[in-house]
């Protein structure tokens, strides 16, 4: 059992604040490709993982994981990435911040996308706009 929302971030963001994006069952959930590759597990098993795999095309996904897992077939295991996970208890100031914002549109989509293919700052894809401000 998950002790804290950010053991399991994909599946807690899918059954939250992310949940308009959510596609698939109790079980497993996932977000549509062109929003997000990350998928989410209620529990990170080779029978979850074997649920997914029916659920969704062959595009490559994203599953976080607080230890190492076995991939079972027919996935096909393509790289792990190490990360650190940090959260900020302190509070912010925003003295500081510009006077005004211009928020984002789907018509500054194709900016992004070139944006992020210069930068590579890491998964987003057309839909991703629709995660919000």
Known sequence: ???HVLDNPAWNALLTGNSHLAHGNNQVKYFDKEVSPFVGLNEITTDSLLVLYELIDDS???LVSPTE???PAPWKFLYSINGYQMVFDGTLSFNNAPSQATPLTAAHVPQMMALTQLTNPGP????TLEFGH
């Not at 987003?124 to 839909?127: G, I, L, M, P, Q």
């Open 124 to 127: 987003f894809a057309s839909r």
């Open 69 to 71: 897992i076995e991939v």
């Open 60 to 62: 490559p996904r994203l």
């Open 1 to 3: 059992m998950m002790e």
